[in-house]
């Protein structure tokens, strides 16, 4: 088999709009951020509309939609309020993903099994409005199986696991585990794209796994972005995941 597409950085903007937040100022602007994303190679923006609108409100979902050129992915709950704004608005992709109202970041991919009902009709919803639809889904292959299932084409592993584990034989082993888990969405068609905890120092083993088209990096960008700016930030991961 061989692979001829390069694999493809799209950038989340979400902590843009926590430092914004911080200070219930007008700035850093997500959607100026965006573009320079575009600018420097992103092939997509990222931007989660969380219940609480911690970060993410609906005038910037609104704003990136007018204004992005590559593509716009919504990440969000699988809930009727979020369903109406993203027949509103008409994102790219919709990327469903777990939510509570404790956590300081999303904790893990979603329970497919468990929503399965719930999911099919919900996607097939955003699928007749010509919405892509992907799920954030943990490297587990009886979760996989149903993702296909309920009917999406895509799926981002959650790469949380292995971020979080310093370089040792637990890191190898959430690695293998995403690595198969990889292969075995391809193998029942499914496009996969990765991220979660991803960084300039543990993207490099993911990005050498060819199954993996697309990741979705967001705050270790931001955080390199408030010393080398946004333009130099997403120019060195794509580097790091090209180089792969």
Known sequence: MQWEEKMKLAVNVDHFATIREARRSREPEPILTALLAEQAGAVGIVCHLRGDRRHIKERDLRLLREVVKTKLNLEMAATEEMKKITLSIKPDIVSLVPEREEELTTEGGLDVISNEKHLALFIQDLKNA???VSIFVDPDLKQIEVC???????????????????????SQKALDEIKKAAEYGYKLGLEIHAGHGLDYKNVCPVAAIPEITE?????????????AGIEKAVKEMIDLIEKY
Request: hydrophobic residues 40%; charged residues 25%; without cysteine.
């Open 215 to 227: 990741f979705s990096i967001g705050f270790s960008i931001v955080a390199r972005s408030a010393i």
């Open 148 to 170: 296909r299932k309920v009917g999406v084409s895509l799926i981002e592993i959650n790469t949380g696991k292995y971020a979080d584990l310093k370089q040792g034989e637990e």
């Open 130 to 132: 010509g919405i892509k």
